[in-house]
């Protein structure tokens, strides 16, 4: 009788600040706002004055991310930066915030603004969710605040969590740190993530994989892929 042995789910990661043992049992992929309001025109982005082509510069890295994640089978996360149609989840304070030429909740070219079930607020085509994979809708910036993603994510018995989305310095910054409070390993993928301002991505780089990896590791996505298949 012949016996096949089980293949391996960890792999080292070479990462920044130091290899990273990424076991895929314990891994989901969180992509991070990759959403109309944010890549497209007339959306959220370009209502703060945003140059929205440079976000949609990484959709085919995110895309084959998510492609790699699908293969092995780590469990997916999409999150959308959206609120109630009656705004009751959007405190003042963050919709009268700034200038913007169309505030949270007006109506744009592609629905209300940041509007839960809004076109504008919907992830983009290219990387839309598969069944089974899990959208998370969130108030906030973090992923964690006041939704129930990390019960999911602990009921799964996940403990760490590849980043990837938009904005590096906003949604996908405080996500990581809210992971990173909580107890998750978390490794952001360089060249899956943009901002609107190229410094602000660089320095949250650099933030990330300091002082030994305070708040976590980085990674160039072929590097990644690399490892694991
Ligand atoms: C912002 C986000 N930048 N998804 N949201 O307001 O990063």
Redesign the pocket.
Known sequence: MTQTAALPTARTVDALPAPLQLDGASTALVV??M?RD?IEPGG??ES?GNDVSLLAEIVPTVAALLALARRAGWFVVHTR?SHAPDLSDCPPAKRLRGAPSMRIGDPGPMGRILVRGEPGSEIIDALAPWVGELVVDKPG?GAFYATGLDQVLRSRGISQLVFA????????Q?SMREANDRGYECLLVEDATA??FPAFRQATLDMVRSQGGIVGWTVPFQALAGAWE
């Open positions: 991070i706002d959403q944010f959220f982005g703060l930066e910036k989305g938009v904005t590096t310095e906003v949604c996908v405080t901002s609107y």
